[in-house]
Protein backbone atom coordinates (compact mmCIF):
# COMPACT_ATOMS: atom_id res chain seq x y z
CA UNK A 1 0.00 0.00 0.00
CA UNK A 2 1.12 3.56 0.02
CA UNK A 3 1.45 6.38 3.26
CA UNK A 4 1.30 9.78 1.90
CA UNK A 5 0.86 12.77 4.58
CA UNK A 6 0.53 16.08 4.04
CA UNK A 7 0.01 19.31 6.75
CA UNK A 8 -4.28 19.67 6.96
CA UNK A 9 -4.31 23.27 7.25
CA UNK A 10 -1.60 25.91 6.59
CA UNK A 11 -2.35 29.75 6.81
CA UNK A 12 -0.40 32.78 4.93
CA UNK A 13 -0.60 36.37 3.82
CA UNK A 14 -0.80 37.72 1.03
CA UNK A 15 2.27 38.67 -1.51
CA UNK A 16 4.26 35.53 1.02
CA UNK A 17 5.83 32.42 -0.37
CA UNK A 18 4.37 29.43 0.88
CA UNK A 19 5.66 25.80 0.87
CA UNK A 20 3.46 22.80 0.73
CA UNK A 21 4.89 19.51 1.57
CA UNK A 22 3.93 15.87 0.50
CA UNK A 23 6.19 13.01 1.97
CA UNK A 24 4.71 9.48 0.68
CA UNK A 25 6.19 5.55 0.96
CA UNK A 26 5.48 3.23 -1.56
CA UNK A 27 6.99 0.49 -3.38
CA UNK A 28 7.72 1.40 -6.71
CA UNK A 29 7.69 5.00 -7.47
CA UNK A 30 5.45 6.07 -11.04
CA UNK A 31 4.91 9.89 -10.71
CA UNK A 32 3.55 12.79 -8.07
CA UNK A 33 0.60 15.19 -9.15
CA UNK A 34 -0.57 18.24 -7.33
CA UNK A 35 -4.19 19.48 -7.89
CA UNK A 36 -5.58 22.65 -6.46
CA UNK A 37 -8.95 22.23 -5.15
CA UNK A 38 -11.32 25.56 -4.37
CA UNK A 39 -14.31 24.99 -1.90
CA UNK A 40 -17.35 23.35 -3.96
CA UNK A 41 -15.16 22.50 -6.98
CA UNK A 42 -13.14 20.10 -8.53
CA UNK A 43 -9.88 19.27 -8.63
CA UNK A 44 -7.87 20.65 -11.02
CA UNK A 45 -4.72 19.77 -12.15
CA UNK A 46 -1.10 22.27 -11.34
CA UNK A 47 1.81 20.06 -11.58
CA UNK A 48 3.75 16.61 -12.06
CA UNK A 49 7.00 15.22 -10.96
CA UNK A 50 8.98 12.32 -11.66
CA UNK A 51 12.40 13.15 -11.82
CA UNK A 52 13.82 14.72 -9.19
CA UNK A 53 14.34 18.56 -8.86
CA UNK A 54 11.80 21.65 -9.61
CA UNK A 55 9.18 22.06 -12.04
CA UNK A 56 8.59 25.68 -12.07
CA UNK A 57 5.18 27.15 -13.47
CA UNK A 58 4.72 30.72 -13.10
CA UNK A 59 4.00 31.25 -9.30
CA UNK A 60 3.79 28.00 -8.91
CA UNK A 61 6.77 25.33 -8.48
CA UNK A 62 7.08 21.28 -7.80
CA UNK A 63 9.60 19.65 -5.99
CA UNK A 64 10.51 16.07 -5.88
CA UNK A 65 13.52 14.45 -3.95
CA UNK A 66 12.94 10.35 -4.83
CA UNK A 67 15.33 9.37 -2.46
CA UNK A 68 13.63 11.30 0.27
CA UNK A 69 10.03 10.45 -0.91
CA UNK A 70 9.56 14.22 -0.31
CA UNK A 71 7.84 16.66 -2.82
CA UNK A 72 6.69 20.05 -2.07
CA UNK A 73 4.52 22.71 -3.85
CA UNK A 74 5.54 26.34 -3.41
CA UNK A 75 3.64 29.07 -4.34
CA UNK A 76 4.89 32.59 -4.46
CA UNK A 77 3.50 35.80 -4.48
CA UNK A 78 0.11 34.66 -3.04
CA UNK A 79 -3.01 35.85 -4.19
CA UNK A 80 -6.68 35.52 -2.22
CA UNK A 81 -7.64 33.23 -5.02
CA UNK A 82 -5.00 30.72 -4.05
CA UNK A 83 -6.69 30.27 -0.89
CA UNK A 84 -7.98 26.56 -1.68
CA UNK A 85 -6.95 22.92 -1.06
CA UNK A 86 -3.65 21.47 -2.34
CA UNK A 87 -3.68 17.77 -3.48
CA UNK A 88 -0.57 15.47 -3.20
CA UNK A 89 -1.30 12.39 -5.47
CA UNK A 90 1.15 9.76 -5.72
CA UNK A 91 1.53 6.91 -8.77
CA UNK A 92 2.78 3.71 -7.68
CA UNK A 93 4.08 1.32 -10.39
CA UNK A 94 2.69 -1.45 -8.06
CA UNK A 95 -0.92 -2.46 -9.03
CA UNK A 96 -3.04 -0.33 -11.03
CA UNK A 97 -0.70 2.79 -12.02
CA UNK A 98 -3.90 4.59 -10.61
CA UNK A 99 -2.88 7.86 -8.08
CA UNK A 100 -3.18 7.53 -4.31
CA UNK A 101 -4.46 11.08 -3.35
CA UNK A 102 -2.94 12.46 0.33
CA UNK A 103 -5.64 14.04 2.18
CA UNK A 104 -4.80 17.11 0.77
CA UNK A 105 -3.42 20.64 2.34
CA UNK A 106 -6.19 23.67 3.11
CA UNK A 107 -4.44 26.85 2.33
CA UNK A 108 -5.78 30.03 3.67
CA UNK A 109 -4.40 33.27 2.72
CA UNK A 110 -5.08 36.43 4.44
CA UNK A 111 -4.53 40.08 3.99
CA UNK B 1 -11.55 20.44 -20.08
CA UNK B 2 -12.28 17.40 -20.28
CA UNK B 3 -15.64 17.89 -21.31
CA UNK B 4 -16.96 15.92 -18.03
CA UNK B 5 -20.54 16.37 -16.73
CA UNK B 6 -22.52 14.48 -13.39
CA UNK B 7 -25.89 14.04 -12.95
CA UNK B 8 -27.62 14.88 -10.58
CA UNK B 9 -25.66 17.65 -8.86
CA UNK B 10 -27.42 17.59 -5.90
CA UNK B 11 -29.25 14.44 -4.56
CA UNK B 12 -31.32 14.02 -1.15
CA UNK B 13 -32.72 10.47 -0.76
CA UNK B 14 -33.32 8.00 2.28
CA UNK B 15 -31.40 5.25 3.62
CA UNK B 16 -32.64 2.38 1.72
CA UNK B 17 -33.07 3.76 -1.53
CA UNK B 18 -30.98 2.58 -4.42
CA UNK B 19 -29.10 5.82 -6.08
CA UNK B 20 -27.62 5.65 -9.34
CA UNK B 21 -24.99 8.84 -10.25
CA UNK B 22 -24.46 9.25 -13.96
CA UNK B 23 -21.11 10.49 -15.52
CA UNK B 24 -20.64 11.48 -19.03
CA UNK B 25 -17.41 12.43 -20.81
CA UNK B 26 -16.98 13.89 -24.67
CA UNK B 27 -12.78 13.61 -24.66
CA UNK B 28 -13.13 9.88 -25.45
CA UNK B 29 -10.80 8.54 -22.74
CA UNK B 30 -10.14 5.53 -22.30
CA UNK B 31 -10.29 5.11 -18.09
CA UNK B 32 -12.62 6.39 -15.90
CA UNK B 33 -12.93 6.53 -12.08
CA UNK B 34 -15.50 7.16 -9.41
CA UNK B 35 -14.10 8.89 -6.35
CA UNK B 36 -16.05 9.54 -3.02
CA UNK B 37 -14.56 13.00 -0.99
CA UNK B 38 -14.89 13.22 2.73
CA UNK B 39 -13.25 15.21 5.39
CA UNK B 40 -10.48 14.23 6.81
CA UNK B 41 -10.49 11.50 4.11
CA UNK B 42 -9.22 13.38 0.72
CA UNK B 43 -10.42 11.73 -2.20
CA UNK B 44 -10.78 7.61 -2.14
CA UNK B 45 -11.37 5.51 -5.57
CA UNK B 46 -14.68 3.50 -5.11
CA UNK B 47 -14.16 1.83 -8.50
CA UNK B 48 -13.00 2.84 -12.01
CA UNK B 49 -13.24 1.76 -16.00
CA UNK B 50 -10.26 0.94 -18.26
CA UNK B 51 -12.97 0.09 -21.08
CA UNK B 52 -16.58 -0.76 -22.28
CA UNK B 53 -17.57 -3.11 -19.70
CA UNK B 54 -14.07 -3.27 -18.14
CA UNK B 55 -14.04 -2.23 -14.92
CA UNK B 56 -12.31 -3.34 -11.40
CA UNK B 57 -12.73 -2.28 -7.67
CA UNK B 58 -10.96 0.56 -5.48
CA UNK B 59 -10.11 0.73 -2.04
CA UNK B 60 -13.64 1.44 -1.19
CA UNK B 61 -15.48 0.18 -3.06
CA UNK B 62 -18.40 -2.24 -0.44
CA UNK B 63 -21.85 -0.84 -1.02
CA UNK B 64 -21.18 0.38 -4.31
CA UNK B 65 -21.37 -1.28 -7.92
CA UNK B 66 -20.31 0.65 -11.64
CA UNK B 67 -21.12 -0.14 -15.20
CA UNK B 68 -19.79 1.13 -17.97
CA UNK B 69 -21.96 -0.13 -21.31
CA UNK B 70 -20.47 3.08 -23.82
CA UNK B 71 -17.00 5.05 -23.56
CA UNK B 72 -18.39 8.33 -23.12
CA UNK B 73 -20.84 6.87 -19.95
CA UNK B 74 -20.15 5.75 -16.66
CA UNK B 75 -22.84 5.14 -13.80
CA UNK B 76 -22.05 4.24 -10.16
CA UNK B 77 -24.88 2.57 -8.04
CA UNK B 78 -25.63 2.55 -4.37
CA UNK B 79 -28.04 -0.54 -4.51
CA UNK B 80 -29.27 0.69 -1.05
CA UNK B 81 -28.17 3.58 0.36
CA UNK B 82 -26.39 4.04 3.70
CA UNK B 83 -25.78 7.04 6.03
CA UNK B 84 -22.14 6.42 5.44
CA UNK B 85 -22.43 7.03 2.22
CA UNK B 86 -23.11 10.34 2.59
CA UNK B 87 -19.99 12.34 0.41
CA UNK B 88 -19.45 14.13 -2.46
CA UNK B 89 -18.60 12.32 -5.59
CA UNK B 90 -16.49 13.32 -8.19
CA UNK B 91 -15.96 11.35 -11.47
CA UNK B 92 -12.74 11.82 -13.51
CA UNK B 93 -11.06 10.43 -16.68
CA UNK B 94 -8.04 9.68 -17.80
CA UNK B 95 -5.80 8.05 -20.70
CA UNK B 96 -4.74 5.87 -18.43
CA UNK B 97 -0.66 7.05 -19.35
CA UNK B 98 1.12 7.42 -15.41
CA UNK B 99 2.55 10.71 -16.75
CA UNK B 100 -0.82 12.51 -17.65
CA UNK B 101 -3.57 13.99 -15.01
CA UNK B 102 -6.63 13.00 -14.69
CA UNK B 103 -10.03 15.47 -15.31
CA UNK B 104 -12.46 15.53 -12.84
CA UNK B 105 -16.20 16.98 -13.23
CA UNK B 106 -18.04 18.97 -11.01
CA UNK B 107 -19.15 16.59 -8.19
CA UNK B 108 -22.26 15.27 -6.96
CA UNK B 109 -23.70 15.84 -3.14
CA UNK B 110 -25.17 13.51 -1.96
CA UNK B 111 -27.09 13.41 1.24
CA UNK B 112 -28.43 9.89 2.87
CA UNK B 113 -30.96 10.34 5.90
Known amino acids: GQNIDQPTEMTATEGAIVQINCTYQTSGFNGLFWYQQHAGEAPTFLSY????GLEEKGRFSSFLSRSKGYSYLLLKELQMKDSASYLC????????????FGRGTSLIVHP | DAGITQSPRHKVTETGTPVTLRCHQTENHRYMYWYRQDPGHGLRLIHYSYGVKDTDKGEVSDGYSVSRSKTEDFLLTLESATSSQTSVYFC????????????FGDGTRLSIL
Open chain 1, 89 to 100: AVVSSGGSYIPT
Open chain 1, 49 to 52: NVLD
Open chain 2, 92 to 103: ATGTGDTNQPQH
